[in-house]
């Protein structure tokens, strides 16, 4: 009898479990935030975890970390396909211009998918996903918004350099450019605002701000003047300068110094020529919680770029190469 009781509560959890595993499917892109929960219910504290170490270690990690999931997701979606090495038959993303000596923290995905393939006891983890819980929590680490994490995405084959080339914006661009760029990825104007505001955090080099401090006219003559101390006509290329005057701190003072032309990037200062994008700046500026809540949902709207589900893809053991 006790032994039937218990068959019954086996069967009935077993039914609960598939219907859970079942539900998981609200969004239409099939991605959905508890997709792990049966699975690897660790898998994402573990992330959390070597994620909060990594910035405590390094605070600039954090941005750096950021940085690689829109990097992903720009370039055939969200897919992992940065994270492959150059090999004969894999046309590296990390080589291509807005990638080579630039992106970072590529052995920190590596120690993530270690520790959580560990835990799990199995790579079910893909390393796409790692990518956008990584990205949430890096911000989460800097004193920035919450999000629930979208979840179930698969791992590329492939990478290209030219595509990365082609889509991920450049920092010359001007309004319309990037407006466009965006809109080519489905993205809105409104996304383009809130997601720029990830450049509160992290560090620019000499060689992609020079012709702005140089050459531009929306800019304010001590900013500039000063950044040029560091950052001559010639030489210096890899100097650094923070982004905005806190890049360990997830803040507003970003928009703000948009409002003084001290935007770091021509494509920062862009934001503000025109009444669109210059009103969103503006509520940005003084209201943390309108740019918190705008950056979490754009955010989940940039990890659902074309993501592979189902038995697209793979679950790479290792996120540097396919399997
Ligand atoms: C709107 C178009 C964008 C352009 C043109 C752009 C361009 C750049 C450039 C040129 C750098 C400096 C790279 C270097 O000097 O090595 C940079 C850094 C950074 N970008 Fe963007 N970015 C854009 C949007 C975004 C978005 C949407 C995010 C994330 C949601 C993002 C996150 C970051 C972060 C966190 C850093 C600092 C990285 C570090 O310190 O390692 N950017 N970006
Ligand atoms: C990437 O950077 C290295 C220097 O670290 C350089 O030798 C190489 O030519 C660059 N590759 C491309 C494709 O630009
Ligand atoms: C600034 O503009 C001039 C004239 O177009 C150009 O020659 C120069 O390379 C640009 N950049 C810098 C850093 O001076």
Redesign the pocket.
Known sequence: MALGSLSLFRALLFLSLTASALSTRPYKNGLSPDFYDYVCPQALPTIKRVVEAAVQQER?MG??L??L??HDCFVNGCDGSILLDPTPTIDSEKLAF?NN??A?GFEVIDQIKAEVDRVCGRPVVSCADILAVTARDSVVALGGPSWKVRLGRRDSMTASRTTANSDI???N?DLPA?IN??KRQGLKVKD?VA??G??T?????C??FRDRIYNDSNINHAFAKNLQSSCPRTGSDTNLAS?DPS?ARFDTLYYNNLLTQKGL?H?DQALSTDESTLELVKSYSYDYDAFWKDFAKS?VR?GNIKPLIDNQGQIRSNCRRVN
């Open positions: 600039r941005a750096s950021l940085r999931h829109f807005p000596n630039s970072r914006p450049a920092p661009m990037l760029n965006f383009l997601l720029s990830a450049h955090i992290g560090f620019a080099q060689r992609v982004l890049p990037l494509s955010m940039m």
